[in-house]
């Protein structure tokens, strides 16, 4: 071990309060306000991606997956994020804001401990649309539907139906939970320093089992708003993700500090 091996700062995680969350939003809010371009920018990129992969299961004839794929899409969110998260974090410094650095900062993150973050949130997104399949081959067997519409009567109006809607919806919950857990501050934690990437998840299981009703809370408060977001053709997505986005690094920083 040589004299000038550098450590990387030691983590500390505080717990969470609803105050956080109230001083996160609001802070989010006006990051949102502040730096308008970006926001809308990235909202619409994420926005406009779920209606292109909702078309394209239209264009191969799987509209009973339309559901399902838009809310898995929700959960590469905080990828998605990362940079409002950089937005949020120059801003805060008082640093210029210039297009080609954001975007350069986000590029760079394939060579990052980030980067393989994408690979944990693509994994739960491929579990999701696993457990989809599976459920969907147990209580509906492997009977096609000629349309969305034909779809929906099914699951509503037969026992086999709600079965696969309510299991479904219990399985999902559980892997966002575990998505949810392992982001909520890995992401913004490893955009800020070099830590690896199991350490930042475990810094973010940490955080939330450190306060879980708060932030299972905000969890809550994220989905619910993404859910109502997607109702009008993802359109919605175009202003809350970039709040969110800005929220969730601010309750970052309320949360996490350093210690050399």
């Known amino acids: ?107 760079a993150q394939r060579r990052r401990e980030l980067g393989w973050m994408a690979f944990v949130t693509m994994f739960m997104l491929i579990m999701w649309m696993y457990q989809v399949r599976v459920l969907l081959a147990i209580f509906l067997g492997f009977q096609s539907f000629t349309s969305f519409e034909g779809f929906l009567q099914v699951i509503f109006t037969t026992f086999d139906g709600l079965m696969f809607l309510g299991l479904g919806h219990i399985f999902g919950s559980v892997l966002a939970l575990i998505l949810y857990s392992a982001t909520v501050i890995s992401f913004p934690l490893l955009l800020e320093q070099e830590h690896d990437f199991i350490t930042a998840m475990i810094t973010s299981f940490k955080a939330v089992t450190m306060s879980p009703v708060v932030m299972i809370g905000w969890a809550a408060v994220i989905g619910f708003t993404l859910y109502i977001s997607m109702i009008p053709a993802f359109l919605g997505l175009i202003v809350t993700l970039p709040v969110l986005g800005h929220a969730t690094w601010h309750l970052y920083k309320r949360l996490i500090s350093f210690e050399a």
């Open 1 to 107: 071990m040589t004299a000038d091996t550098i450590y990387p700062p030691k983590i500390v995680v505080r717990a969470a309060t609803f105050a956080d969350i109230g001083a996160a939003l609001s802070a989010g809010w006006g990051d949102f306000l502040a730096t308008a371009r970006f926001g809308l920018f990235f909202g619409a990129f994420f926005a406009f991606g779920g209606i292109g992969i909702l078309a394209m299961a239209w264009a191969l004839d799987l509209s009973y997956l339309a559901y399902p794929t838009a809310v898995g899409f929700s959960l590469i969110g905080p990828f998605a994020a990362v940079g409002l998260y950089e937005v949020s974090r120059r801003h805060g410094a008082a640093q210029h804001l210039v297009w080609r650095d954001i975007l350069g900062v986000i590029f």
